[in-house]
T-cell receptor, first 107, second 114 residues
Framework: AQRVTQPEKLLSVFKGAPVELKCNYSYSGSPELFWYVQYSRQRLQLLLR??SRESIKGFTADLNKGETSFHLKKPFAQEEDSAMYYC?????????FGEGTQLTVNP | KAGVTQTPRYLIKTRGQQVTLSCSPISGHRSVSWYQQTPGQGLQFLFE???????NKGNFPGRFSGRQFSNSRSEMNVSTLELGDSALYLC?????????????FGPGTRLTVL
């Protein structure tokens, strides 16, 4: 069975501070992992996927197979980063999502 | 390219009724997936269609069904509605060739069951 856990439902940081959103997964095969973001009143959209190893909007995420983690990081948070973030695992053609972390960046 | 569109955006039904939701994928995408989003259960996978065939199915009762047409548009049907079916139903499309293709989401249909 595949499972994604995001231990923090709420995360609050100040502008300019580093931010890390945690994601742990359970999957027997070779995982494909994603971070999706949902800004207020907008649709769910892809932020990044581990296979592309890109940095989007200053965010990065490294897949750690030993710790089965895919934490999302940004060195300097901005107010416009405030949103709901979902970690997701692709097992075949289905996505399994974590519960989500609501990030608030305070001025 | 136009994004994924879903109709209707809002729907109010009563218990026992049935409902049909529609999804138009991004042009050229052949895979359509459906998810249910609720405050209590989060985002849960319902099913996925590729080239008019159901390729994957989540753990939902048989009251939830879907289909895909030759133009890749998809519909989802829920029969004998229950109060617990109140949710945001999201549709996502992808190219579908590789099983871990990026999925692009629509705005959702908000279903309220009274």
């Amino acid at each position: 069975a595949q499972r994604v856990t995001q231990p923090e439902k709420l995360l609050s940081v100040f502008k300019g501070a580093p931010v890390e959103l945690k994601c742990n997964y359970s999957y027997s095969g070779s995982p494909e992992l994603f971070w999706y973001v949902q800004y207020s009143r907008q649709r769910l959209q892809l932020l990044l996927r581990h296979i592309s190893r890109e940095s989007i909007k200053g965010f990065t995420a490294d897949l750690n197979k030993g710790e089965t983690s895919f934490h999302l990081k940004k060195p300097f948070a901005q107010e416009e980063d405030s949103a709901m973030y979902y970690c997701a695992l692709s097992g075949g053609s289905r996505l399994t999502f974590g519960e989500g972390t609501q990030l608030t960046v305070n001025p | 390219k136009a994004g994924v569109t879903q109709t209707p955006r809002y729907l109010i039904k009563t218990r026992g009724q049935q409902v049909t939701l529609s999804c138009s994928p991004i042009s050229g995408h052949r895979s359509v997936s459906w998810y249910q989003q609720t405050p209590g259960q989060g985002l849960q996978f319902l099913f996925e269609y590729f080239s008019e065939t159901q390729r994957n199915k989540g753990n939902f009762p048989g009251r939830f069904s879907g289909r895909q047409f030759s133009n890749s548009r998809s519909e989802m049907n829920v029969s004998t509605l229950e109060l617990g079916d109140s949710a945001l139903y999201l549709c996502a499309s992808s190219v579908g060739q590789a099983q871990a293709d990026t999925q692009y989401f629509g705005p959702g249909t908000r279903l309220t069951v009274l």
